[in-house]
């Protein structure tokens, strides 16, 4: 089992910028894959941004040159830095792991995001 834990949500007025960070515990050595979700009112939940343990991004194109997405595998954390941030981002955001490529087997409990106008 793995245990994730986010932090770093909030709110933030449009342009600004957040940093969400995602903690794991527990069989860290089965994890390929990390990555953020996000889920707004009303709407499915969607991917934001993946990355390997080998450190290969994938993003949303609602995303892509506003947030990145790192991480340190020495304190098994996942970073998402989001920057010129728009009212469309407000959601909830998930921390996922996955033990294959682009999986998502494990989920956080979420931290939500505001972005005001």
């Known amino acids: 089992q793995v245990q994730l834990v986010e932090s770093g949500g909030g709110l933030v007025q449009a342009g600004g910028s957040l940093r969400l960070s995602c903690a794991a515990s527990?069989?860290?050595?089965?994890?390929?894959?990390m990555g953020w979700y996000r889920q707004a009112p009303g709407k499915q939940r969607e991917l934001v941004a993946h990355?390997?343990?080998?450190?290969?991004?994938n993003y949303a194109g609602s995303v892509k040159g506003r947030f990145t997405i790192s991480r340190d595998n020495a304190k098994n954390t996942v970073y998402l830095q989001m920057n010129s941030l728009k009212p469309e981002d407000t959601a909830v955001y998930y921390c996922?792991?996955?033990?294959?490529?682009?999986?998502?087997?494990?989920w956080g409990q979420g931290t939500q995001v505001t972005v005001s106008s």
């Open positions: 996922a792991a996955g033990r294959r490529l682009w999986d998502a087997d494990y």
């Open positions: 527990g069989s860290i050595s089965s994890i390929n894959t």
């Open positions: 990355i390997t343990s080998g450190g290969m991004t």
